[in-house]
T-cell receptor
Framework: NAGVTQTPKFRVLKTGQSMTLLCAQDMNHEYMYWYRQDPGMGLRLIHY???????AKGEVPDGYNVSRLKKQNFLLGLESAAPSQTSVYFC????????????????FGAGSRLTVL | SQQGEEDPQALSIQEGENATMNCSYK?????LQWYRQNSGRGLVHLILIRSNEREKHSGRLRVTLDTSKKSSSLLITASRAADTASYFC????????????FGSGTQLTVLP
């Protein structure tokens, strides 16, 4: 069982370049999330999706765009990378529903380490 | 803004000892979860406690929740070197559209 797969695992960009991080899940989860993790900051939510074709902003959405064209995929795009976007990015997914056991327990990918020079 | 804040930031203990980590949060919640992260890896869910529960056990883990104080604690009994990791609390706040907000974590080191 693959769970949540992120690609690429590592990437180095120059300021102003663009790139896309891909997240794929094989658990038929409705909800998908992109977080960034910085030292001493914990995880901060960038964008999330509650279903195919829907996206919403999280706590730190500026400089990022997302798309959820297929239920199993959630893409995170950086149109013009900045050094402040150097971070480790985590994708996660969860089942939908309220009051359901394990309803929003997140399954995480292994992370994508991005360095912007 | 971060909903949960863990305390202490770092904890070092000997194998066999108990480890206690605390989490404080700011707003009313549906549930609170604890996750573990090994170095260089993604987070793994450990345990979930709902707002109407006060204590929950899972193997060597014991979680308590005090909604009046907006705090939770995670106790790992009989720690092993393999428990060395970062531990994060995450809250599902009321009205948050099921987003989880994570704290900054406690780095636990268990010395053999």
């Amino acid at each position: 069982n693959a769970g949540v797969t992120q690609t690429p695992k590592f990437r180095v960009l120059k300021t102003g370049q663009s790139m896309t991080l891909l997240c794929a899940q094989d658990m038929n989860h409705e909800y998908m999330y992109w977080y960034r993790q910085d030292p001493g900051m914990g995880l901060r939510l960038i964008h999330y999706s509650v279903g195919e074709g829907t996206t919403a902003k999280g706590e730190v959405p500026d400089g990022y765009n997302v798309s959820r064209l297929k239920k199993q995929n959630f893409l995170l795009g950086l149109e013009s990378a900045a050094p402040s976007q150097t971070s480790v990015y985590f994708c996660a997914s969860s089942r939908s529903g309220t009051g359901v056991s394990g309803a929003n327990v997140l399954t995480f990918g292994a992370g994508s380490r991005l360095t912007v020079l | 803004s971060q909903q949960g804040e863990e305390d202490p930031q770092a904890l070092s203990i000997q194998e066999g000892e108990n480890a206690t980590m605390n989490c404080s949060y700011k707003t009313s919640i549906n549930n609170l979860q604890w996750y573990r992260q090994n170095s260089g890896r993604g987070l793994v869910h450990l345990i979930l406690i709902r707002s109407n529960e006060r204590e929950k056990h899972s193997g060597r883990l014991r979680v308590t929740l005090d909604t009046s104080k907006k705090s939770s604690s995670l106790l790992i009994t009989a720690s092993r070197a393999a428990d060395t990791a970062s531990y994060f609390c995450a809250t599902d706040a009321l009205g948050s559209a099921r987003q989880l907000t994570f704290g900054s974590g406690t780095q636990l080191t268990v010395l053999p």
